[in-house]
């Protein structure tokens, strides 16, 4: 069964998000998208955030994947995404 998780990310440029998706083993798709073996990203950018002087770059995540496969591969994104340098 298909599962998927949202999350809007801050901060992260899209540069990293494209490292992180593919050190998971997922690949560029056409659409934007990054699809790994029994999983698919869909991010999409949102207007930027302003906090002070700073500006964060905002995404809306949509992770989706069979049961087993989100359930193994989500927690290492999760890991990347909450920590520098991932």
């Known amino acids: 069964m298909i599962e998927t998780i949202t999350r809007e990310l801050r901060g992260l440029p899209d540069w990293v998000l494209h490292e992180?998706?593919?050190?998971?083993?997922?690949?560029?798709?056409?659409?934007?998208?990054?699809?790994?073996?029994?999983?698919?990203?869909?991010?999409?950018?949102?207007?930027?955030?302003?906090?002070?002087?700073?500006?964060?770059?905002?995404?809306?995540?949509?992770?989706?994947g069979e049961g087993e496969v989100l359930r193994e591969v989500w927690p290492r994104f999760e890991l990347k995404i909450l920590r520098p340098g991932g």
Do not use: N
């Not at 790994?36 to 002087?53: H, N, S, Y």
């Open 20 to 64: 992180y998706f593919v050190k998971l083993g997922g690949l560029p798709q056409p659409d934007g998208s990054y699809a790994g073996e029994g999983w698919q990203a869909r991010l999409t950018r949102l207007p930027d955030e302003k906090r002070g002087v700073m500006v964060f770059c905002v995404y809306h995540l949509e992770f989706s």
